[in-house]
């Protein structure tokens, strides 16, 4: 019970030494009154005990010892009736109190105590004798008032371990967890009762670049003031609402949730959605510095259309999502548009799924060269699919519903798997062949546990090099200090894997903390290999800046999208280590790569 429940060891502790008196002085009693066996048997609780109070105090498990203890006990119990006759069952009675009060409820527990109690009372009742009473009730007394004891604290200590695990360490507010059983019950009631309650999905905008510009703590300090003005927006308990019960919730790092419930007209969900816009955007005093923030809002009714807390809480996102594509800093209802967009996604996701079942994914290479456009130094491995269901649609807008859908780890084992199967195809030809193959990595894996195991299992199964390997990452799927996606990085990189920030400049990486990152290449986004020569273009310059970075912190760049020569020779001249694009080459099949290049002799 102890090592179940966490339950404090001074608490414990304690326990176990009152309860060591008794029993301690019990054994005492019988030794000194010549009853040897029951004396030794006591004194062995005794042990058990205070074994049990060792392992606590070390904060080891003392399951054992507690099983010692109840053993102890009724070998007690078989020595006394064998040595006392029918009273001995005395001692049998503090085992059965203790496993009460440690397998059932506090109640029940104390309803078959004070019934045994009374029992034994009225048991002694024939002989009588103050002597006799008083040693039936003394010991059973003791053992209740302990054992009730014991499982009050229990009991009040795993209430504070609840409310720990429900509340946002940060801000103090719900989390997550807390938050979806709270809304499912709303979500009942609303429904039940046919009242109008609304959820308000909220994330701030480019809160990423707080952290960067600022700081970790800085961006901290940053979200319990948000957390406070959104508390402040629904304690107002104005006439908006019949009856403010209400609640705010962090969800993960910037995002927050808000509920309002009894609305007299779904009209008042806008007021309320123009005083968060207000409550947010300002200026935040933090330490002495100004920070301005922006958030972005996604609207959802509860509904006969919404049954559950997780339909709900989906649309508000899906709501929210739209507001940041929509420009940012506004807010918007969920609606039929945007009702659409799910299904469709919803399709799309069906369709990834049955491509992934009847095989219907294969792969392309994207050749990758060096300065001259002539020598290839790799390729990265593109999908691509023909099934009907998803015609039309690109890799760039399946990946992220396969993402959103729990998808991506099977796209992503699907493309390493073939990708490493062709790469060993080469190796039997060629096996001095060192050509570098990237493969696109969902930011998913990065919080993968299983991600390392699987990599391995493949690199067994084709026996490939891993440093024939680059694993690339988009920018933006870094968020910042976020330890685990570097321990997963450094995992990566000790097993020899290459690492590539893909889609370089897009995000907001303080180029500082490229040194957090063990990666060993940058790879240039397209838009900026676009803007070269376009001086009205503010992108331009960025390829120059980027080129600069790649050099000072010792990192390979690869220009991706060079669609022109005018690009090319501009890349090439400013030394650029790598480059592909389609004025060099298209993607295109295994077979056509491995006869153009001549990599099969
Ligand atoms: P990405 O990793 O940035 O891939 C480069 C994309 O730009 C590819 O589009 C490529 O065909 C295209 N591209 C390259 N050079 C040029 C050029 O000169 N001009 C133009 N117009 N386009 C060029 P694709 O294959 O449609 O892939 C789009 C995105 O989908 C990729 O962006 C990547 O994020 C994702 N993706 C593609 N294949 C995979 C994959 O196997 N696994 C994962 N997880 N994601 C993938
Ligand atoms: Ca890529
Ligand atoms: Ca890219």
Redesign the pocket.
Known sequence: MVGDTGFSNKHTTLFHFIGLVPSAGYALYHLLEGNIWLGVCLTAICLAILLSTYKVMQELDNTYYRYGILASVCLTVIVATYFLGIRGIIFAFPAITGIFFTFTSFRFSMVVTTSMLILCLLAALNSLHWQMILRFSVPLMMTMLLSAAYSYLISKHQIALETQASVDHLTGIMNRRRFNDWLQRLVHRTLREKQIAAVYFIDLDDFKRVNDTYGHETGDLLLKHVSKSLLSCIRVGDALSLLNEEGVARLAGDEFALVTTNLKSKNNADVIANRLIAALNRDFDIDGLTIRVNASIGIAFIDEDTRTADEVLHNADAAMFRAKQEGKNRYQFFNSSIANDIGLRKNVSLGIKSALENNEFTLVF?PIFHPDGVVVAGA????RCHSDELKGI???QY?PIAEEYGL?KD??YY?IDHTFEKIRELLNHNPDCNLRFAI???AIELQNLEFPDKLKELMKKHNVPPQMVEL?L?ETSLVSHDEQSIDMLTILKQMNFRLSL??FGTGYTAFSQLQLYPVDTLKID?SFVDSIGDETNSKSSMVDVILTIAKLYDLELVA????NQYQFEYLQQAKCDYM????LSK?IPWQEFIDTYHLVS
């Open positions: 994207m990265e491995t593109l999908i690109g890799p760039d990946i991506i796209i992503d493309v696109n990595i969902s690339e988009t893909d889609d397209r991706e999208g060079v669609e592909q694009g389609y004025y993607p």
